[in-house]
């Protein structure tokens, strides 16, 4: 069986990443496997445990990145964010096609570590826009919302890091995108 590939999504917080998975997964012929991530973040009203995030405490998060479970971690406003290694590389061994669907500073981190990865960075069409998408949420406090944007310019200027960059004007045209270079990659 052919090992599958590798794939990270990445981009700034609010861009979208969530919504075009969702649509990227509609595609079987894709193969995709989805890695879920560990969070010490508690969950938001529509989360699922090990659907969307795998939750844990601070300690047990420590103590993984101690043992080295982790492909990747990143602390982001507050909270720990990770994958864990072992349930990436059991979903690659099963010949899936695995998304990585995480911020920046981890994405850096994994690129490092696999450069053979198929990199995608996402970008919002404006600042504006991206701002309107986080306030839309309605789930974060303004101190919280000001520091995200202002991560998000930061992220935004790694876009270059990535082997491929495609906007998030339309989730559909964005998924078309995303879907053409993982079928030329494979």
Same mark, same amino acid.
């Given at each position: 069986?052919?090992?599958? !590939?590798?794939?990270?999504?990445? /981009?700034?917080?609010?861009?979208?990443? /969530?919504?075009?998975?969702?649509?990227?997964? $509609?595609? @079987?012929?894709?193969?995709?496997? #989805?890695?879920?991530?560990?969070?010490?973040?508690?969950?938001?009203?529509? @989360? $699922?445990?090990?659907?969307? #995030?795998?939750?844990?405490?601070?300690?047990?998060?420590?103590?993984k990145?101690?043992?080295?479970?982790?492909?990747?971690?990143?602390?982001f406003? /507050?909270?720990? #964010?990770g994958?864990? +290694?072992?349930?990436?590389e059991?979903?690659?061994?099963?010949g899936?096609?695995?998304? !990585?669907?995480? @911020?920046? +500073?981890?994405?850096?981190?994994?690129?490092?570590?696999?450069?053979?990865?198929?990199?995608?960075?996402?970008?919002?069409?404006?600042?504006?826009?991206?701002?309107?998408?986080?306030?839309?949420?309605?789930? @974060?406090?303004?101190?919280?919302v000001?520091?995200?944007?202002? $991560?998000?310019?930061?992220?935004?200027?790694?876009?270059?890091e #990535? $082997?491929?960059?495609?906007?998030?004007?339309?989730?559909?045209?964005?998924?078309?995108?995303?879907? +053409?270079?993982? +079928?030329?990659?494979?």
């Open positions: 069986m052919k090992k599958g !590939l590798l794939i990270i999504l990445s /981009g700034p917080s609010g861009v979208g990443k /969530g919504t075009v998975r969702q649509e990227l997964f $509609k595609d @079987e012929s894709l193969n995709l496997a #989805y890695s879920i991530s560990m969070t010490t973040r508690k969950p938001r009203p529509t @989360e $699922k445990e090990g659907v969307d #995030y795998f939750f844990v405490s601070e300690a047990e998060f420590k103590d990145i101690e043992k080295g479970e982790l492909l990747e971690y990143a602390q406003v /507050g909270n720990y #964010y994958t864990p +290694q072992f349930y990436v059991k979903l690659l061994g099963e899936k096609n695995v998304v !990585l669907e995480i @911020e920046v +500073q981890g994405a850096l981190q994994v690129m490092a570590k696999c450069p053979h990865a198929l990199t995608i960075f996402l970008v919002p069409p404006s600042m504006e826009e991206l701002e309107r998408r986080i306030r839309g949420r309605r789930t @974060e406090e303004e101190s919280i000001q520091e995200r944007l202002a $991560k998000a310019r930061k992220e935004i200027a790694t876009q270059n #990535y $082997k491929y960059v495609v906007e998030n004007d339309d989730v559909v045209a964005a998924k078309k995108k995303i879907a +053409q270079i993982i +079928q030329d990659n494979l």
